[in-house]
């Protein structure tokens, strides 16, 4: 979805070489309702963009889904550090971990953050979204359109704020370690930073699929 818009396809096809791994199948839920009526949606899906040095190094990682702006930001800000040289990459991740210790921890009864990546039927939300020209909006009918525009860009937003407050923090630390290549850390970025265990069969939705309903108590 990202990477088909033309400012960010463009910004790549210019700056980087671009390749695509999918690192399991994308699931997907099926609700039957009988008649022919099925619903059937991806869920609990997630991406992570990688950054490297041409000695296969991951430099940075973009995380989850953002919106167009902040993408092309993060991307603009990766392509200078990948320029950088070894120590000055890892020098950067340590500073990133340094500044995430120093912040101030969030008040607990803050309202928990919405993740694009965990909402079932996101991806034609978060389609929809990418897709706003606010400066064509003022014809758009009937007003329930507009409404459902505002609540799937406010989900990307939400999103945005979460891979740079929350995420970001844990990339940092994690390649502040050593240098490593995509392979090496794959699982770990998924289970650790996206909440998203690829070696978990269910993707951690095994206690929504089969807890209560016909399977719990009454």
Known sequence: MLFAQPGIRDFIAANFIPAWEKVRDVPTATIDFGGGRVLKRTVNGNVATYICAPDGRVVDILPGLSTLEAFLEDLRAALALAKRPPEEVAVHHLDGVVRSMLRDLPEPSAKPRLDAGKTLGVEPRVKRALGVDRSKRKGIEPRVKSA???????????????????RKPKIHE?????AYTPSEITKRVYRDILDCDLDDPYLGLGEAAFGGGAYGDR
Not at 152 to 164: H, I, P, V, W
Not at 174 to 178: A, D, I, K, M, V
């Open 148 to 166: 459902i525009l505002d609540a799937d860009l406010a989900l990307l937003e939400a999103d945005t704020l979460a891979n740079r407050e929350l």
């Open 174 to 178: 994690l390649l502040s370690e050593r």
